[in-house]
């Protein structure tokens, strides 16, 4: 596992047996967890910085061409690549919205991306977030849902036209 690769610390490995505890006490499907609020074992700063820690590593490594396989599993194709990528970098920022109001942000994260793969990512992450929108919309009627999903699929839309 990618945690257990990074300096070992109390924190790093209270984070590294909640996740190994997620792979293997639940099938998948049921490993996911929410950080609105974060679960008791996750909840210290110190523990969602160092969840933080390993979702950079993983994002840095899935931002190179060529992603070293003995690290992750997602396959070197560029889009299925990218759009893991795009899944790190909302999960990371989804992490740094769970730490507490009086904690330092988390540093933003500045990955070696070119232009093109910079919109591919956020056009992946803006894409994820529609689909999140649309499924909440689906679930209650709430106009200022659907002014949301209209705005994001208005970027959307300006990010594609930026590619032509």
Known sequence: MLGERLAPSAEQAAVVAFLRQRLHAHAAGWRAFSLAPPPPELAPPA???????IIAAVAADLAREQPNPALT?????????LSWLARM????EFVGQ?????????????????????RSCMLYRLENRRV???RALH??????QTRQLLAL????????????
């Open 98 to 118: 769970a730490l507490p109001a009086d904690s330092a942000a988390l540093a933003p994260l500045t990955l070696p991306l070119s232009p093109h793969d910079q």
């Open 153 to 164: 699929t208005d970027e959307i839309v300006a990010l594609l036209a930026q590619e032509e």
């Open 132 to 134: 999140a929108e649309e």
């Open 139 to 144: 679930q209650q009627a709430n106009p200022d």
């Open 89 to 92: 970098l909302d999960l990371y």
């Open 73 to 81: 599993e997602v396959a070197s194709n560029r889009d299925v690549r």
């Open 47 to 53: 523990h969602l910085r160092c969840l933080a820690q």
